[in-house]
Nanobody
């Protein structure tokens, strides 16, 4: 059974950094790419980034490119989302989810699949960017 558990959220000032973790159960990372999503109050859940299972390639939604980095530690069975230069508009609940398979559904380098097409979800961790 696939289980994902996010952690690391909190309150950070604009311009600050935060690292989120997504701990995966069993062999999840061997078979599924992992996507990061976020949902701000009153807005639709949107993709942020993804890391493939096959070769660890990472892809991002265009608004976070250059600021966010997705990485993984297979020994720890954990995927990370490093967020730098945070802005108030990054405030949201952040979720990790499994892709449909081992690859990220990125198009021309941008990652933005519909959230309702993702497979398994964690419960999320809140991030607030405010002074």
């Amino acid at each position: 059974q696939v289980q994902l558990v996010e952690s690391g959220g909190g309150l950070v000032q604009p311009g600050g950094s935060l690292r989120l973790s997504c701990a995966a159960s069993g062999s999840t990372l061997d078979y599924y790419a992992i996507g990061w999503f976020r949902q701000a109050p009153g807005k639709e859940r949107e993709a942020v980034g993804c890391i493939s299972s096959s070769d660890g390639s990472a892809f991002y939604q265009h608004s976070v490119k250059g600021r966010f980095t997705v990485s993984r530690d297979l020994t720890e069975k954990t995927v990370y989302l490093q967020m730098n230069m945070l802005k108030p508009e990054d405030t949201a609940v952040y979720y990790c989810a499994t892709e449909l398979g081992p690859v990220c559904r990125a198009y021309r380098g941008d990652y933005h699949p519909p959230h309702y097409t993702m497979n398994h979800w964690g419960k999320g961790t809140p991030v607030t960017v405010s002074s």
